[in-house]
């Protein structure tokens, strides 16, 4: 647990090699995280996988334990990328290949952005439940519609705190049942995250302008990519992700694969952390086979459904 000052934040981060120095040694994973919400929900993932990676989380600004205090940050998607790269090269892992980088939901821009910036680091990357959208009158309304409601969730968002409306707010989330202390989790984070940050994410993450840039960017990377959603998710429209992996697949230099949680929403990795965690797996095996040109022990089909 430590926290590094940067010129937009003093940003919290946790660092599994601060209780095993050996795990400097080991590939790296860096999360990051979806809107309004702090890092705390990757905890039963990394618990999974901390045995042979080193996990990185940290805080966004404007969420958890990072603090924004008197600062002005650049709350847009590079913004965001800047503060996760300064983490980063503080930790030196933009000197060798051994990164893996997971984007969960709005996390998935910035972590297409770093995946950019950092190629050279990049073993593998992760885009979970972020997908590209055709543009579309039909889409254009709905992002406008989508933009409306996070500006009233924002300005009414104690109400989630009370029955049944917290109800709902998790089951839009988890579409299969998560424990009351990440329910507790979501709920928290949601309603105490700094509202400017908050509002700021939600609008850029549904700009259009920054859908396309993003939508360019992400078949530019240049490492192996997993493209994982959860196909019941109820908070972005899953075909967004197929989308994704279609359209790297058709364009994109290095291999694609997408996994589908078919009964899964917008939380696998709290839904079903076993079966997620498996799948990650084998995407950061393949990732190290695919740099060493050497073949893994079973072939992965390029697009797997999981009931």
């Not at 080193?54 to 913004?79: E, F, M, N, V």
């Not at 998935?108 to 910036?117: H, I, K, N, P, Q």
């Not at 933009?147 to 049944?164: A, H, K, T, W, Y």
């Not at 989308?243 to 364009?251: D, V």
Request: charged share 20%; glycine share 6%.
């Amino acid at each position: 647990m430590s926290y590094l000052t940067t010129s937009r934040c003093r940003l919290y981060y946790e660092d599994t090699a601060e209780q095993d120095p050996s795990q400097k040694e080991k590939p790296a994973i860096l999360f990051v995280n979806g809107w309004a919400i702090s890092s705390r929900y990757w905890k039963p993932t990394i618990e999974l996988l901390k045995s042979e990676y080193r996990c990185i989380t940290y805080d966004q600004s404007g969420t958890g334990k990072t603090s924004i205090d008197g600062l002005h940050p650049d709350l847009t998607i590079a913004g965001f990328a800047n503060e996760a790269g300064a983490l980063i090269e503080h930790m030196g892992l933009d000197k060798s290949r051994k990164l893996h980088i997971v984007g969960h939901s709005m996390g998935g821009m910035v972590a297409t952005e770093l995946c950019l910036r950092y190629k050279d680091a990049l073993l593998s990357s992760t885009i979970l439940a972020c997908g590209i959208f055709e543009e579309t009158p039909f889409t254009s309304l709905g992002l406008m519609f989508l933009g409306g409601l996070i500006d009233v969730s924002m300005s009414f968002r104690n109400i989630f705190q009370v029955e049944p409306l917290r109800s709902l707010f998790i089951k839009r989330a988890a579409t299969e049942p998560i424990s009351k202390e990440y329910s507790d989790i979501i709920i928290e984070d949601f309603t105490t995250s700094d509202k400017a940050a908050t509002n700021a994410v939600g609008h850029f993450s549904i700009d259009p302008v920054a859908l396309r840039t993003y939508t360019r960017s992400v078949i530019e990377i240049a490492s192996p990519v997993l493209c994982c959603v959860g196909m019941a998710d109820h908070t972005i429209p899953p075909e967004g992700t197929v989308t994704l992996f279609e359209k790297r697949k058709a364009s994109a230099s290095s291999p694609t694969r997408l996994v589908q949680f078919m009964h899964l929403g917008h939380l696998p990795m709290l839904e079903d952390t076993a079966r997620f965690v498996e799948e990650l797996k084998k995407h950061f095996e393949f990732a190290q086979h695919f740099y060493k040109k050497t073949q893994p022990s079973e072939s992965l089909a390029e697009r797997v459904q999981i009931p």
